[in-house]
Protein backbone atom coordinates (compact mmCIF):
# COMPACT_ATOMS: atom_id res chain seq x y z
CA UNK A 1 0.00 0.00 0.00
CA UNK A 2 1.16 3.46 -0.84
CA UNK A 3 -0.75 6.82 1.11
CA UNK A 4 -0.55 9.61 -0.46
CA UNK A 5 -1.03 13.35 1.09
CA UNK A 6 -1.58 16.32 -1.03
CA UNK A 7 -1.21 20.17 0.25
CA UNK A 8 -0.62 23.43 -0.79
CA UNK A 9 -3.83 24.19 -2.30
CA UNK A 10 -5.89 27.12 -1.84
CA UNK A 11 -7.46 30.77 -3.02
CA UNK A 12 -4.84 32.66 -5.72
CA UNK A 13 -5.41 35.45 -8.05
CA UNK A 14 -5.02 34.93 -11.93
CA UNK A 15 -1.73 35.06 -12.71
CA UNK A 16 -0.26 34.26 -9.83
CA UNK A 17 1.30 30.90 -8.49
CA UNK A 18 1.33 28.21 -6.07
CA UNK A 19 2.97 24.94 -4.96
CA UNK A 20 1.10 21.63 -4.79
CA UNK A 21 3.15 19.15 -2.67
CA UNK A 22 2.14 15.18 -2.20
CA UNK A 23 3.89 13.30 0.34
CA UNK A 24 4.38 9.47 0.19
CA UNK A 25 4.44 6.82 2.68
CA UNK A 26 4.51 2.74 2.21
CA UNK A 27 6.00 0.73 0.00
CA UNK A 28 9.09 2.23 -1.73
CA UNK A 29 8.35 5.50 -3.34
CA UNK A 30 11.00 5.44 -6.22
CA UNK A 31 9.68 2.29 -7.44
CA UNK A 32 6.36 4.69 -8.68
CA UNK A 33 5.51 7.10 -11.12
CA UNK A 34 3.96 10.03 -10.28
CA UNK A 35 1.48 12.18 -11.60
CA UNK A 36 -1.32 14.96 -10.82
CA UNK A 37 -5.07 15.28 -12.10
CA UNK A 38 -7.58 17.24 -11.05
CA UNK A 39 -11.39 17.50 -11.30
CA UNK A 40 -13.79 19.70 -11.33
CA UNK A 41 -17.63 19.28 -10.66
CA UNK A 42 -19.63 17.16 -13.25
CA UNK A 43 -16.39 16.45 -15.16
CA UNK A 44 -14.07 13.44 -14.94
CA UNK A 45 -10.58 13.39 -13.60
CA UNK A 46 -8.31 14.98 -15.99
CA UNK A 47 -4.38 14.03 -16.73
CA UNK A 48 -2.59 17.31 -15.98
CA UNK A 49 1.34 16.25 -15.57
CA UNK A 50 3.31 13.21 -14.92
CA UNK A 51 7.00 12.07 -13.87
CA UNK A 52 8.87 8.88 -14.26
CA UNK A 53 10.42 6.95 -11.32
CA UNK A 54 13.90 8.07 -11.92
CA UNK A 55 12.52 11.97 -12.77
CA UNK A 56 14.08 12.06 -15.84
CA UNK A 57 11.22 12.09 -17.90
CA UNK A 58 8.00 14.28 -17.85
CA UNK A 59 4.60 15.04 -19.05
CA UNK A 60 2.25 17.70 -19.36
CA UNK A 61 -1.24 18.02 -20.44
CA UNK A 62 -1.27 20.84 -23.73
CA UNK A 63 -3.21 23.06 -21.42
CA UNK A 64 -0.78 23.29 -18.86
CA UNK A 65 2.70 23.32 -20.67
CA UNK A 66 5.05 26.08 -19.96
CA UNK A 67 3.18 27.12 -17.01
CA UNK A 68 3.40 23.90 -14.53
CA UNK A 69 6.62 22.46 -13.41
CA UNK A 70 6.04 18.44 -11.90
CA UNK A 71 9.71 17.55 -9.51
CA UNK A 72 9.80 14.96 -7.27
CA UNK A 73 12.65 14.67 -4.00
CA UNK A 74 12.75 10.79 -3.26
CA UNK A 75 14.57 12.03 0.01
CA UNK A 76 11.13 13.21 0.83
CA UNK A 77 9.47 10.77 -0.45
CA UNK A 78 7.25 13.75 -2.52
CA UNK A 79 6.34 15.24 -5.56
CA UNK A 80 5.54 18.95 -6.31
CA UNK A 81 3.39 20.57 -9.16
CA UNK A 82 4.87 24.20 -9.07
CA UNK A 83 2.08 26.02 -10.93
CA UNK A 84 2.78 29.36 -12.39
CA UNK A 85 0.36 32.01 -14.66
CA UNK A 86 -2.55 30.34 -12.98
CA UNK A 87 -6.19 31.02 -14.89
CA UNK A 88 -9.65 30.46 -13.57
CA UNK A 89 -10.26 27.37 -15.51
CA UNK A 90 -7.00 26.14 -13.39
CA UNK A 91 -9.21 26.08 -10.92
CA UNK A 92 -10.42 22.21 -9.70
CA UNK A 93 -9.45 19.51 -7.16
CA UNK A 94 -5.86 18.28 -7.73
CA UNK A 95 -5.39 14.63 -6.53
CA UNK A 96 -1.87 13.29 -7.12
CA UNK A 97 -1.48 9.03 -7.75
CA UNK A 98 0.90 6.62 -8.04
CA UNK A 99 1.81 3.70 -10.43
CA UNK A 100 4.19 0.74 -10.36
CA UNK A 101 6.25 0.82 -13.21
CA UNK A 102 7.48 2.60 -15.91
CA UNK A 103 5.70 5.47 -18.00
CA UNK A 104 6.21 6.66 -21.66
CA UNK A 105 3.24 8.69 -21.98
CA UNK A 106 0.78 11.39 -19.77
CA UNK A 107 -1.22 8.59 -17.75
CA UNK A 108 -5.05 8.01 -18.12
CA UNK A 109 -6.44 7.87 -14.28
CA UNK A 110 -8.07 4.78 -14.55
CA UNK A 111 -3.82 3.19 -15.06
CA UNK A 112 -3.11 4.57 -11.52
CA UNK A 113 -2.57 2.40 -8.72
CA UNK A 114 -3.07 4.83 -5.68
CA UNK A 115 -4.60 8.19 -4.66
CA UNK A 116 -4.33 11.12 -2.75
CA UNK A 117 -7.70 12.81 -1.22
CA UNK A 118 -6.76 15.70 -3.00
CA UNK A 119 -6.68 19.35 -2.78
CA UNK A 120 -8.59 22.38 -3.70
CA UNK A 121 -7.19 25.18 -6.21
CA UNK A 122 -9.44 28.11 -6.53
CA UNK A 123 -7.81 30.97 -9.08
CA UNK A 124 -10.23 34.03 -8.93
CA UNK A 125 -10.19 36.32 -12.35
Known amino acids: QVQLVESGGGLVQAGGSLRLSCVASGRTFSRYAMAWFRQVPGKGRASVAAITWSGISTYYADSVKGRFTISRDSAKNTVYLQMNSLKPEDTAVYSC??????????????????WGKGTLVTVSS
Open 97 to 114: AAVQGRIATLPSPYGMDY
